[in-house]
């Protein structure tokens, strides 16, 4: 059966070094970000022996982060592809909406989304699934109560960039 012309024939992958450890980044055929981990991430990638490990497909995604831990990029510009039900599509969406240097609730968050005050648990399951930690900012969700809570790349890490981003004071 012949595939279809825009069905991604390959994953192709990188690691960068990062303040926050070894990032994993995986693209498709089209050279869109689709993924960026970190070790132990829960629920996070591990490179696959079929992938192709080719650095110069994510030239600009290792800029633009380098930008970002240096404190000089507050906004990525990367193609993403990401394949998500169309709730969690919303989901991620609405977590570009949040402006570097601040934080949003997952209440707010399921708002954004037009989902009732019973999916909040629905939204924070949706954030947690997010493939691309960091350029889809999962990290600026907190708690209701303001406390940091869940992080797939954990909370040291979650702590670290809301601090990077000076939403929070050290």
């Known amino acids: ?5 825009h069905t991604p024939q390959h994953v192709y992958y990188t690691h960068l070094d990062s ?7 995986t693209a498709d055929d089209t050279g869109a970000l689709t993924s960026l981990s970190v070790p132990g991430q829960k629920g996070g990638r591990v490179a696959r022996p079929e992938w192709r490990h080719d650095p ?3 030239d600009e995604a290792a800029e633009q982060l380098a930008a970002y831990f ?3 990029l507050k906004e990525f510009e990367l193609r993403l592809s990401s394949s998500g039900t169309a709730f969690r599509e919303r989901v991620w ?17 399921a708002a954004r989304v037009g989902a009732s005050r019973v999916a909040v ?13 960091i350029v889809r900012p999962c990290h600026r969700i ?3 109560n ?5 992080y797939a790349g954990g909370l040291d890490r979650k702590l670290r960039l809301l601090t990077l981003e000076g939403a929070l004071v050290p």
């Open 93 to 109: 969406a609405a977590l570009a909406d949040v402006p570097y240097g601040s934080t949003a609730t997952y209440g707010e968050i």
């Open 19 to 25: 303040p926050v450890g070894e990032l994993l980044l």
């Open 1 to 5: 059966m012949p595939q279809h012309p």
């Open 146 to 150: 303001g406390s940091l809570t869940g």
């Open 121 to 133: 648990r629905a939204v924070g399951g949706a954030i947690g699934a997010n493939p691309l930690l």
């Open 56 to 58: 110069r497909w994510f």
């Open 142 to 144: 907190i708690g209701a």
């Open 70 to 72: 240096a404190g000089e």
